[in-house]
């Protein structure tokens, strides 16, 4: 079956740090790859996506790759702000019989601090 | 333009009581689904509809029903409250399967059952 792994957190960082989450992921065919944000004491937000082997999703400084050989999707961003402190999660949707519906990772608490 | 709404935002229940969580779009997405949301578990799919009058079952259904007789709601019903239902719930919305399209999340209901 999918399934999405990303590495545990909380992630602590001071502001202006180098941030990376990791994210692989096992599917069989070729899933399309998310990152969603959850900020406090709110709902889920789209923060990128990729479609397609070698695809770079960005959005807000952020990026992430589709590594289809090492089967991730590790999450960048040169310069963290403390408004980046939020969880985010790591997912993909396989439409080889799996229709429309993300499987996600256990999501990796950021916190920046000044 | 709202996008998902959810019903209500808190709520405590006694251990074999009912309740119905409310979800509505304004999108005219066809898919509709619900997760829950446990400490360090990522989201689980409950349930999902396709479009009005069609629903299936996710990964943990056990313990909830939920019905579509509009394309704009999707309510989930709790029969027979029990502690491992408490949890934080999400509905999201989606255009049709055939692409990798974007789930948009409402702000989530926060359960406790005593």
């Known amino acids: 079956g999918n399934s999405v792994t990303q590495m545990e957190g909380p992630v602590t960082l001071s502001e202006e740090a180098f941030l990376t989450i990791n994210c692989t992921y096992t599917a069989t065919g070729y899933p399309s790859l998310f990152w969603y944000v959850q900020y406090p004491g709110e709902g889920l937000q789209l923060l990128l996506k990729a479609t397609k082997a070698d695809d770079k999703g960005s959005n807000k400084g952020f990026e992430a790759t589709y590594r289809k050989e090492t089967t991730s999707f590790h999450l960048e961003k040169g310069s963290v702000q403390v408004s980046d402190s939020a969880v985010y999660f790591c997912a993909l949707i396989n439409l080889t019989g799996g229709g429309n519906k993300l499987t996600f990772g256990t999501g990796t608490q950021l916190k920046v601090e000044l | 333009n709202a996008g998902v709404t959810q019903t209500p935002k808190f709520r405590i229940l006694k251990i074999g009581q009912s309740m119905t969580l409310q979800c509505t779009q304004d999108?005219?997405?066809?898919?509709m689904y619900w997760y829950r949301q446990d400490p360090g578990m990522g989201l689980k799919l409950i349930y999902y509809?396709?479009?009005?009058?069609?629903?299936d079952k996710g990964e943990v259904p056990n313990g909830y029903n939920v019905s579509r007789s509009t394309t704009e709601d999707f309510p989930l019903r709790l029969e027979l409250a029990a502690p491992s239902q408490t949890s934080v719930y999400f509905c999201?919305?989606?255009?049709?399967?055939?692409?990798?399209?974007?789930?948009?999340f409402g702000p989530g209901t926060r359960l406790t059952v005593t």
């Open positions: 509809s396709v479009g009005a009058g069609i629903t």
């Open positions: 999201a919305s989606s255009w049709e399967a055939g692409g990798p399209y974007e789930q948009y």
């Open positions: 999108m005219n997405h066809n898919y």
